[in-house]
């Protein structure tokens, strides 16, 4: 029943020719998951803080709030929170559950909106935000800072890729080039995290996360 | 209405590493696109609507992955296939890069839409009933599309080879 679609145009088919075969996911697929989980789990982690922000946002602005599938809840079998890239021997199961809380989307939020913070390593507070920043680029700095917390090196270090590549020159870069500084000292990667300490001195001199930054690497 | 991530990364790992890998990506570059668009679904979970199929939303954010890393890309990382196989002439691997840089170049124009369709088609050798079926569209839908997607393809890969010359 399938209408015949045209061949391809001579010159596009030997262009298409050339090409080498598609990859597939093959061995790293496992592997590839991992990190997902991990990364997926510490943003699960971070929803809850958002959750909570949602609420103070709520009773603060009064706007829109509508309703956002969020807070995946991630477990590993034997307990805790899959950690990243540790891969233990049994293989995480991986149960993604949504709950429908209250998040406010494009909401803008005049000040940024803490949820009651859990207890931190280093005092590090947010920076004057400029303009509003986006909820998925703070859920990714929260997602980094509480798997840090959790001491889950991989998974922050995940987190703040992420965030590097997604908002390069966000309204959180300095907050997320300080987080990474303390999770590659985190992770024994003492070496970068000094090179990365050096760079974040100059290119923010004076910065508040400063102190932060000096003792991660010492 | 629950959003299974794994049970959506079980069945469609494979058909997102063999969509990305047509950006040109390799080897780590390629997981991490992947774990970008995973991770990326997860946070747009709400956009999903569970009463359509999961693919033509997934591939559409990697595609957008996918766009995003041409267009910041290192050439000198990702340019360089994993494993260069030595049965294979010199001559012929540099065509293939070139090949590849150009398709990539040239899909990255399209728009998100022509572009699913095309690298799903005449890249990935899927057939049209199946995009339409994974889609969730007319099987016209997806020969109009397909049509449309291959022009604008057609004329990115005359621009970009006038571009070079």
Redesign the interface.
């Known amino acids: 029943m399938s209408e015949p679609i045209e061949p391809l145009s001579e010159e596009l088919a030997a262009l298409l020719g050339k090409l080498p075969p598609a990859a597939s996911a093959g061995a790293r697929k496992a592997a590839v998951w991992d990190r997902i989980a991990g990364t997926a789990g510490a943003l699960s982690t971070a929803g809850g803080a958002a959750a909570g922000a949602a609420v103070a946002a709520k009773a603060v602005a009064a706007k829109v709030i509508v309703p956002l599938v969020a807070a995946a809840v991630v477990t590993g079998v034997g307990g805790g929170v899959v950690l990243g890239r540790t891969v233990l021997a049994p293989e995480p199961k991986v149960i993604v559950k949504t709950e429908r809380v209250e998040v406010p989307v494009r909401v803008e939020v005049p000040v940024p909106i803490e949820a009651p913070p859990p207890p931190k390593p280093v005092p590090v507070a947010p920076q004057k935000p400029k303009q509003a920043v986006t909820a998925e680029e703070r859920q990714l700095i929260e997602a980094a800072r509480t798997a840090l917390i959790k001491r889950n090196a991989a998974g922050a270090l995940d987190a703040l890729a992420l965030h590097r590549r997604s908002f390069a020159k966000g309204q959180l870069a300095e907050e997320r080039d300080a987080l990474e500084v303390q999770a590659l000292a985190q992770a024994g990667r003492l070496e970068e995290a000094r090179a990365a300490a050096r760079r974040f001195s100059s290119t923010y001199p004076r910065s508040v996360f400063e102190p932060a930054v000096e003792s991660a690497t010492k | ?6 049970s959506i ?1 079980e069945k469609e ?2 058909r ?7 950006f040109g ?2 080897g780590a570059d ?3 696109a ?3 668009t ?2 990326t679904a ?2 747009r ?2 956009t999903y609507d569970p009463s359509r199929p999961v693919a033509p939303w997934l591939l559409g954010i990697a595609f957008r992955m996918g766009v ?1 890393r041409v267009r910041t890309a290192r050439p000198t990382v990702s340019e360089i ?1 994993e494993q260069a196989d030595p049965s294979q002439d010199p001559q012929r691997s540099v ?2 890069r ?3 840089q ?2 990539k170049r040239a899909l990255a124009e399209l728009s998100e839409e022509q572009g699913t369709v095309f690298a799903l ?4 050798g899927v ?3 199946e995009i339409s079926d994974s889609m969730g569209v007319p ?2 839908t997806t ?1 109009s599309r ?2 449309l997607a ?1 022009i604008a ?2 004329a990115a ?1 005359e621009r970009l080879r006038k571009e070079e010359r």
């Open positions: 209405m629950g959003f299974d991530l794994r990364y790992a494979d997102v590493f063999a969509f990305l890998s047509r990506l390799h390629l997981e991490d992947v774990h970008d995973f991770v997860l946070q979970a709400s995003a296939p065509e293939q070139q090949a590849q150009l398709v088609f005449d890249l990935q057939s049209a009933q099987l016209k020969y397909l049509r291959r393809f057609a890969v």
